[in-house]
């Protein structure tokens, strides 16, 4: 392995330097060693329906990641020394200019999947993952989505305007970049406009999981819904952290009472092994709500879970190869 490890903590301590997520080698094009995953910032929140200021997640996520130790407890992995993880700096957000936010977003995308990499995303309002979804589709045809949300962002539009955080997964299955028939939304609950909105979501034809059906359900339960239900396929997981309840994550846009607690999602999270994950991101984190960086830490998290799953899996084929 090459020097992409992180520093010792030990020997310099984690609140020095310039922050990459978990001090990471920054990396803002694809170099030689080719990385395994690359983790960018999408710092754009101007398609939010109600409170703006996600643009300033990519920066607090990666602020709080520093605290973020290397080795994962639950696996017994310590993923940076299997894989190659570069944090490659933020895309070109342009406020208020969806359009021109989707072009380098999926520009910057397709340079990472077209060389094999894993991107991960850290957003920004949850618009920015029909961008990268884009980019994942054109290279490699529809996927499957595991969406964690609160909400199930397949509204037709808000005001007329057509590209927002709530509207993204409809898009996404008209542009045909999903197979919703291998997709699942899970932790949705909260008012609706109408009665029976959720409908929608599933005539579109993705499979719901309720928060309210997760309370009877263990993790690992919840884990084999998913397992199976993606079984096959190449999948991308969009993390709205607007799923967890928002005494856990209270630095949110579009908060829903109500939701998982931190333990239980990832608990959830690291139980989603043996998944072809094709690419990842963690949206909505809200700094400005979110005084104590509970938020952003969650958020940091998730992503440290994710390089986890990536590193067992391979572990898992090259221990099959052998
Ligand atoms: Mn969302
Ligand atoms: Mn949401």
Known sequence: MDDATLPSATQIPRFSGIRTFMRLPYAPGIGTPRPDIVIAGIPFDTAASFRPGARFGPSAIRNIS?????SNQFH????????RV???????????EIARTYANLEQR???????????????GDHSVTLGELRAVAKAGGPVALVQFDSHSDTWDNYWGVRY???????????EGLLDPAYSIQVGLRGSEYAPGDLDDTRELGFQVLLAQELSSMSPVEVADVIRARTA?????????????????APGTGTPEVGGPTSAYGLQVVQRLTGIDFVGFDVVEVLPAHDPSAITALLGATLIFEFLALVAVRRAAAATRAN
Not at 232 to 248: A, E
């Open 76 to 83: 017994r992995i310590n993923a940076l020394e299997r894989l």
């Open 66 to 70: 520093v605290l973020l130790r290397p």
């Open 164 to 174: 927002t955080h709530g509207t993204g997964f409809r898009r996404a299955c008209e």
């Open 86 to 96: 570069v944090d490659a700096g933020d895309v070109l957000a342009v406020p208020g």
């Open 232 to 248: 096959g396929r190449r999948v991308f997981l969009s993390f709205d952290i607007d799923f967890f309840d928002p005494s856990c």
């Open 109 to 123: 995308w397709a340079e990472f999947v077209s060389a094999g990499v894993v991107p991960v995303g850290l957003g």
